[in-house]
């Protein structure tokens, strides 16, 4: 079962853009929430991080476990998948 990923970022972020081109080259489904946009996201993420705006976050859920990564790798996001998939 493919768990649910949440991408909180920025447009003009290059990190962000890697992480959800990666995820569209896959043909993985995911929700992206623009923290300009979204200022109570915006908050959540600076909190996970303890203080810093982090982009991108990643979440994702699956088989009832959260994961949350900050600006990770094309292969720790890969990696974080195949787990909460397992």
């Given at each position: ?20 081109t ?61 787990e909460?998939?397992?």
């Amino acid at each position: 079962m493919q768990p649910e990923i949440t991408i909180y970022g920025v447009d003009r972020s290059p990190d962000t853009r890697r992480a959800r081109t990666h995820l569209d080259q896959r043909r993985i489904a995911y929700r992206y929430v623009n923290m300009e946009k979204d200022e109570q996201a915006e908050r959540k993420v600076i909190e996970w991080n303890r203080g810093e705006r982090v982009t991108p976050t990643v979440v994702i859920s699956g088989n009832g476990r959260t994961r949350r990564l900050a600006a990770p790798s094309d292969e720790e996001l890969d990696a974080a998948i195949s787990e909460q998939a397992a």
